[in-house]
């Protein structure tokens, strides 16, 4: 799986979204990936170099996890994806999932790219998110309280999943 990290107006994302800034690089935040090959972790995400990549190890469903130090408001994740470079491992279908910490997370958006090369957004779509709450549990106060707008979650902790890559990684 090949995942560039997230927003990096620098690397010149669309304009459109410059306007965001990248909550990834606080103090305090820790990055933690699934696995990742010798040379090819977490520090190769987040180098800004979109020339290194962060690679899986092993089989099996593969993530990068972000704790945030405190609440902190996300309305999107970028992920700078390219399939000319590894047709096997780019990310095919992806899932963001937020929550207060890893045993807690719940989906928010789901994506899937066909060969996709360049920057791909994904939206957290909070009302979203509500109103998936809302069909098989009570939503309470707590949940409510993390919503801030139909474009803004707050959460402690953000997991980026690759559930599915292209040519299913062979």
């Not at 090369?117 to 109103?131: D, E, F, I, K, S």
Request: aromatic letters at 8%; one cysteine or more; proline letters at 5%.
């Amino acid at each position: 799986s090949e995942v560039t990290a997230m927003f990096q107006p620098e690397w010149h994302l669309p304009s459109v979204w410059q306007e965001f800034e990248e909550t990834g690089n606080e103090p305090g935040t820790v990055w933690t990936a699934s696995s990742a090959k010798p040379g090819n972790g977490v520090h190769q995400l987040l180098d800004k170099n979109l020339g290194s990549v962060w690679q899986s190890d092993g089989a099996g469903l593969h993530s990068i996890t972000i704790n945030f130090p405190r609440l902190t408001e996300i309305s999107a994740v970028a992920l700078y994806l390219d399939y000319t470079l590894d047709e096997s491992y780019t990310p095919h279908h992806v899932a963001l999932r937020a929550g207060s910490d890893e045993p807690h997370l719940e989906n928010i958006a789901e994506a899937s790219w066909t060969e996709p090369v360049g920057w791909q957004v994904l939206r957290t779509n909070a009302r979203a998110y509500l109103r998936s709450l809302r069909l098989g549990q009570k939503v309470t106060d707590d949940v409510l309280s993390c919503l801030t707008s139909d474009l803004w979650l707050k959460t402690h902790c953000l997991q980026i999943s690759i559930l599915q890559n292209h040519q299913n990684g062979q």
